[in-house]
């Protein structure tokens, strides 16, 4: 038999071609449907998925604005703070007996730490190149459990919730008070309570609570202006007896406004049962 009858010699190099394959993309016309080049193709239908659901998000902001409450009053204790919607879920966690209290750290940092982790390391964990989700079972199984527990957490901590009771606390419902500058006590007011409490007594925030809505009566806001209350600290009113009374019946005539009630807030508990 003669040599190299019948024979057909191919060449093959092992060593890529470094400078073509970084200037030719990949031809991925044999999978069609299945991949395609990262630019510009995958990342402008990214970016157009999140153009959609931004504009979306932004008109339903628009439409309905967030529901915001009056500001803190560090008198009120009968106000219970509730974090904002995306935060119910951990709000409802610390409410178990093993994440609150002694065990708060468990409730705050592990329980939330260990649920993330999972979520960071499942694409590790799960390395498969399927990409159905029955093909996945450990990346989808714990990204359910993650969205499951949000959402159960999440509804048992909003049921809960006196949402009526919370009205009361919204900005919608500041009281529309009408206050005459030119009365004694406002003078009276202007004085020695104006600097903390604002011109139109709606309080500064981390200084002093809005005086509109406030369960006391005269007598008790006398002895709130002599002997303080809270943060507040004693003697700060300087003057005479009698114009403690006009700033105290003119805190009084302000708050039979805001009520309605025309009895100087004697319809509203002692406790502290108004909010700002």
Not at 21 to 48: H, Q, V
Not at 121 to 150: N, Q, Y
């Amino acid at each position: 038999m003669q040599r190299g009858k019948g024979m057909k010699f191919v060449g093959d190099s092992r060593v890529p071609d470094k400078e073509s394959r970084n200037k030719i993309p990949k031809d991925y016309s044999e999978y069609p449907g299945r991949t395609e080049a990262f630019w510009p193709n995958f990342l402008l239908k990214e970016w157009l998925v999140g153009a959609v659901f931004l504009i979306g998000f932004l008109c339903l902001v628009a439409a309905h604005p967030s529901p915001l409450e009056q500001q803190a009053d560090p008198n009120n204790a009968s106000y219970i703070p509730l974090p904002d919607w995306y935060f119910l879920f951990l709000y409802e966690l610390l409410k178990y007996k093993y994440a609150a209290a002694q065990y708060v750290v468990i409730g705050t940092v592990i329980i939330p730490g260990l649920g993330f982790g999972a979520l960071l390391l499942a694409p590790f964990l799960d390395v498969g190149p399927e990409r159905k989700p029955s093909k996945r079972p450990i990346t989808v199984g714990l990204m359910l459990l993650g969205v499951a527990a949000t959402i159960w957490l999440t509804y048992e901590s909003a049921a809960h919730v006196n949402w009526e009771e919370r009205a009361k606390y919204s900005v919608a419902n500041v009281p529309d008070v009408e206050i005459d500058e030119d009365s004694p006590g406002y003078q009276v007011y202007s004085q020695n309570c104006m600097s903390c409490h604002g011109d139109s007594l709606q309080g500064n925030p981390g200084m002093a609570p809005s005086l509109v809505g406030i369960p006391y009566k005269a007598e008790q806001i006398k002895d709130i202006a002599k002997n303080g209350i809270g943060t507040m600290p004693a003697n700060q009113f300087q003057g005479s007896e009698e114009e403690l009374n006009q700033l105290a019946e003119f805190i009084v005539s302000i708050n039979e406004q805001a009520s309605g009630s025309g009895e100087g807030g004697e319809g509203k508990s002692e406790d502290g049962g108004s909010s700002h």
